[in-house]
């Protein structure tokens, strides 16, 4: 567990079980032993052929745990209630899901269900988000709000009034202060009076990667001015006390307290002064931000840790309101927080296999070396020379540059044709050994993975966001090597070098080593949030298959209550304007007309199962342990 971290950044959903696998705590702390969901057993059920008892879904899986999801919006819950209950404050907490985290309709709905007592509510950024968000609240608590953020036309807002008008309760946030009249004008047209918040640009500015569309200069939201004439405008047209609202957000993972409880103090000001104006303030809505301990180090200065748990992130908001509040002798508003990451992070699991690895073997230094230094012309001779005496006198920098120079003077002299293949696979493997012999990284075993990380883990790719990744089982046996991991994809980003705790590999259990090929499973932890929404089609990996897994009284622990499979390659063709029907007709037409007769209807079903089949690697996996549990 110390060598991945996993107390760290796991506790309290997930930890090393006797048997060496990573285990689920669906309740969190209050998880008995006996309900631990042993994860390698998940896999299992879920990717064994059906006829050996499992669901037959082919990895990679996101293994979903709404438990764990339950319990992430309780705790969000009863630490807010804590706080204002500890610090008397004179209202309550009410939070919203953003569903830009991960729209998936299970996540949202769950969400509606599971926080309707604590009357949750949902944030909608986009006309598609508003419609879903809409939908699923009709089930959700009548008091839960329907945010309505970012940049809105006419129709956005429109649809934001009709939600209004069919008792949900909803509030449409000015991003910009054009949207106004647009509100305005449209709630007249349409005889439903709105209520309205405002999105301020604080000054308070976050530094992290997340906090550059924070400050003054940040992109949204309203100045100082804006929110002035605002209030001004809807004075003039008797409707401030449609204003009820004050929203800012400083970016995601917000990594302190201390800058928390700046921002929050900012905002409060804010509101304050609106209440000060006439406006009809109730709300404080406090954004996103809350942060998520992805390396375990609980440290303020990077953007993959915070310094904070819920409990403090809660009393640091509560206490910045209560004390501005009090000052001004302002009443306490209710407080709002769009907690996305914090709330859906921990509840996804995307498991997929390592199916190879490669490392350069010294042994393929010796066969070619003597033939190469004959072919050498004088002054790469003397490069070479260089190289020894360096490495003799352990000057081992000094190895690494003649081994340079060296490899630069032999391709040119390939590109001139005066050295052949096998010279320049010689040179190639002597600066390998020497990469390798001086420096540990070179060490590196690539372990060739079955997964697309521009589909399933984007944030890698585009900003060098880290995640935990860490093998579901055989942890109780020491790792033995250090390994990257290179995808599936024909890019050469498409490669996982760098891990939590500013490791440049994993400790990874060696394939060859007694492991069955194909049935070494990885696990990257802490990416419910954004990964999936993100994602694009690179060679058209399309997403991962999907169990649901929740707790049971069984002798497993565990009952998938539901499991879809991965977009095949029709599906995904399709998102690209092919059309799969019309292509397999042309190529049977083709097989009529050049197909060798016999053969005609195995390629036909070939090519039939190649559009149904997902477009990962398929591969068999085979041994006897690999059988699922029976169902319960
Ligand atoms: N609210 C707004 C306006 C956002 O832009 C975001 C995301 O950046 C969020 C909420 C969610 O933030 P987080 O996932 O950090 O909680």
Known sequence: AALYKIDGWGAPYFTINGAGNISVRPFGSATLPHQEIDLLKVVKKASVPKSAGGLGLQLPIIVRLPDVLKNRLESLHSAFHFAIQSNGYDSHYQGVYPVKCNQDRYIVEDIVEFGSPFRFGLEAGSKPELLLAMSC??????DAFLICNGYKDEEYISLALMARSLDLNTVIVLEQEEELDTVVETSRKLGIRPVIGLRAKLRTKHSGHFGSTSGEKGKFGLTTTQILSVARKLQRLEMLECLQLLHFHIGSQIPSTVLLADGVGEAAQIYCELARLGAGMRVIDIG???GIDYDGSHSSGSDVSVSYGLDEYASAVVRAIQFACDRKHVRHPIICSESGRALVSHHSVLVFEAVSSTVVEPESVGQNLAYLLDALEDESRAEYRNLMAAAVRGEYDSCLVYSDQLKKQCVEQFKDGILGLEHLAAVDALCDLVAR????????????VNLSIFTSIPDFWAIGQLFPIVPIHHLDRRPTVNGVLSDLTCDSDGKLDRFIGGRGSLPLHEISCGLEVGGYYLGMFLGGAYQEALGGLHNLFGGPSVVRVAHSEGPHGFAVTRAMAGPSCADVLRVMQHEPELMFEALK??????GRGDDGGDIT?????????????????GDESMAAEPDE
């Not at 609240?137 to 009548?142: E, K, M, N, V």
């Not at 012999?437 to 060739?448: G, M, N, V």
């Open 137 to 142: 609240l009709t089930r959700g608590s009548p």
């Open 288 to 290: 996103g931000g809350l």
């Open 437 to 448: 012999e001086t420096c540990a990284t070179s060490r590196l075993h690539t372990y060739h």
């Open 589 to 594: 037409h083709r097989i009529e007309e050049h």
């Open 605 to 621: 079903g070939g090519l039939s199962r190649a559009f149904h089949s997902m477009p990962y690697l398929v591969y068999s996996s």
